[in-house]
């Protein structure tokens, strides 16, 4: 979950310093705008894992849940 965050608020820095330096009118470096662009879509990939591994967790909860329960 921290390096899902951490890509995020990289990107969203990248991002955000890639519009100072476009809207200053100067060279973009092309570092800050692969952070930019690529950090965003592995963010998204590191969510959707997340809630992938969370749906999973959860129904093993609830199979031992049932088995305990005896129902």
């Excluded at 921290?2 to 310093?17: E, Q």
């Excluded at 100072?20 to 060279?27: D, E, I, K, M, V």
């Excluded at 997340?50 to 909860?61: E, G, K, M, S, V």
């Amino acid at each position: 979950m921290a390096l899902t965050l951490l890509a995020t608020v990289v990107s969203f820095i990248g991002v955000v310093g890639m519009l100072a330096q476009y809207f200053a009118h100067t060279a973009v470096w092309p570092s800050l705008m692969a952070v930019g662009l690529w950090g965003f879509p592995v963010a998204f990939v590191g969510l959707a894992w997340l809630i992938c591994i969370a749906i999973r967790d959860r129904r093993i909860a609830e199979r031992e849940a049932v088995k305990v329960l005896g129902a």
